[in-house]
């Protein structure tokens, strides 16, 4: 069953074999039905010993296209069926004559052939255009030929008939082979075209991506009103330096995938990861009203699944977060590689607050401070030198009240 699926539907053919493959499979089918019957009929009616000798001699070159489409010899096998189809059948015009008219499977078959004219072998086309050449001139040269035709009376008209019908499988199956593969390639293309948009749209927020495609609107911008995270995992150097390379990877993998499901839950954007360090971004690109009640809400859950996840692994991580509000400059820079980041002293301030934090717990600035005072409560902690800020005050969010 194997064998035959590979034969009627070979799989991992690249875009050369599958061309020749299509034209190859019509041709041998119609030679294979056609000179089926031609055979059958010339042995019924006890043909002459050429007329029967043409119609094996088609049989055997039909072997032959088998053996080779089963060794995936598409070109090859393409050749063979038609230059066996134009020798038979210039060999019964002129045997016959065109009153039976064998002229129209030739006529057919150099049609098909002249398809494939601009192959991307030159010499394979040199062949075709010859090939149509002298077989097309073979067959208009033959025009009016009248010989003593071998064929019993009445017959004639059957013989003209099934001439004049069977030319028509060729651009039936031509044309079943062409709109299937029509659709496997629409279906290929889609699905990449999925994939490639997925891929995009992890790298970058989806109206960025959509702006950089266009080319027709620079990505940087600025949003004066922003909250920015910076999440950290405490001592987790110290732990790398213990564990395998692939456990220390899975576990960064385990945990920042929850996170990574966080920033869905909020509709946040998540911009990068710094070794074991995570930074997302609210109201960026997309502007919110509440940008920092929600990104402190994430923040909350950071922890929570933190907590969780050490648990379940046996582990004791903690996360150390910092978070600032203010005007932040976002957007792509560059030609390779492309990312989308933030500028400007929200985000560095947002990172001194978690770089000067506390294990286990949420520090603000304070302008994040006066968006969230109404809705959480803080301590206040005075005074507090923070490197490139000075001496400033910071909150740390007290979740006992």
Do not use: C
Not at 3 to 11: G, V
Not at 290 to 299: G, R, S
């Amino acid at each position: 069953m194997k064998i035959i699926n590979e034969f009627i539907k070979p799989s991992d053919l690249n875009e050369r074999q599958a061309e020749y493959y299509t034209r190859g499979l019509t041709g041998g089918l119609m030679a294979f039905i056609y000179w089926s019957l031609l055979v059958v009929y010339f042995v019924a009616i006890k043909a002459p010993q050429p007329l029967i000798i043409a119609g094996i001699a088609a049989v055997v070159s039909f072997l032959l296209f088998l053996f080779l489409w089963y060794r995936r010899k598409y070109t090859i096998g393409w050749i063979i069926g038609y230059f066996n189809l134009y020798i038979v059948v210039s060999f019964l015009t002129l045997q016959l004559g065109w009153a039976l008219g064998f002229q129209f499977v030739l006529l057919s078959g150099v049609i098909f052939s002249e398809a494939g004219i601009g192959s991307k072998s030159r010499i394979l086309s040199y062949i075709q255009v010859v090939t149509v050449v002298v077989f097309a001139a073979l067959g208009f040269l033959t025009y009016g030929l009248q010989v003593e035709q071998p064929i019993p009376e009445g017959h004639g008209i059957i013989l003209f008939m099934v001439n004049l019908v069977s030319p028509l499988l060729g651009p039936v199956l031509t044309q079943r082979s062409y709109l299937i593969n029509a659709a496997k390639l629409e279906d290929q293309l889609e699905k990449s075209h999925e994939e490639n948009e997925k891929l995009l749209h992890n790298i970058l927020p989806i109206p960025i991506a959509a702006q950089l495609k266009s080319s027709k609107a620079k990505t940087i911008k600025r949003f004066e009103n922003a909250s920015i995270l910076f999440a950290d995992i405490v001592n987790f150097t110290p732990l790398a330096e213990k564990i395998p390379p692939q456990e220390l990877v899975d576990i960064l993998d385990g945990l920042f995938s929850k996170f990574d499901e966080l920033t869905d839950k909020y509709d946040l954007e998540k911009i990068k990861t710094i070794g074991d360090a995570y930074m997302v971004a609210s109201g960026v690109p997309v502007i919110k009203a509440n940008h920092a009640i929600t990104l402190f809400h994430f923040a909350q859950e950071m922890i929570e699944e933190a907590n969780n996840f050490s648990t379940n692994k046996g582990l004791t991580l903690q996360l150390r977060i910092g978070i600032s509000s203010g005007p932040v400059v976002a957007g792509v820079i560059g030609k390779k590689k492309f990312s989308y980041d933030l500028w400007g002293d929200t985000v560095n301030t947002a990172a001194r607050m978690e770089s000067n934090g506390r294990t286990g717990k949420i520090q603000v600035s304070e302008n994040t401070y006066q968006l969230l005072k109404g809705e959480f409560t803080f301590d206040k902690i005075p005074n507090v030198e923070i490197k490139g800020k000075g001496i400033i005050d910071v909150f740390i969010w007290n979740p006992s009240t």
